[in-house]
């Protein structure tokens, strides 16, 4: 279980860490209680029947696997409307990007959708973009467009619309993103996370082990601190 002073909990304005979160599933409808805030989310409960975009596993918690032989792993779990993942990715993704070209460790990226239907919507053309083998830039681009929590800005057509932005065939996203081809993806991701006792974003698990967060944040928010992290376990 993940000690009180772990990484962030998926950052609202101004990058303030959110409170913890739990899936909590009622009926049809699932939802997440954060201190009397209630939100709609994607339900946590697996399903056996799922379609998985290409280099997602699921015994890597339906995360899509980047150099899946590499010795040691790191797992970002992440929400595409969290601000706190946004300023991480700002900060970090190019040591990570780094990483992955060198083919220095495995890295898993799981996308959560805790905040809710835009989350789910984001999180689905995630998927659609991995089909056209365009995932990295589809969440790079995510992040720089990233827009206001709950402002319901990130609809199907308009994040269709910004799919030809990063060279994604637009036809072939809208098809995918339609029909919600990954929403049960999506719930998988969910209901793993849950069972890995992730409770925010970002989380970042390295070699199976909950990346701490400092008081200063040092460790999440700036590039020598997360370096460092990464050194601990011998990753450079």
Known sequence: MASKNRGPQRGGKN???DPVTRWIVIGMVSLVVIIGAVFTV?????SASVALPPGASKEDGYG???NPDATSTINIWEDFQCPSCKRFEGIN???IYSLIDQGKTKVVFHTLSFLGDESVVAGMGAGCAADQGRFLDY???MYTNQQEEYSGTWTKPYVISMAGQ?????TKFAACLNTDKYRKWLTNSAAAGGDANINGTPTVVINGTIMESDPQQINYYTAEGFT???AKFGIK
């Open 15 to 17: 990058n303030e860490p």
């Open 139 to 141: 969440k790079n681009f």
């Open 42 to 46: 994607v339900s946590n409960k697996s």
């Open 93 to 95: 993704g190019p040591k």
């Open 64 to 66: 899509i696997v980047f």
């Open 228 to 230: 460092a992290q990464l």
């Open 166 to 170: 990063i060279g994604l065939d637009e």
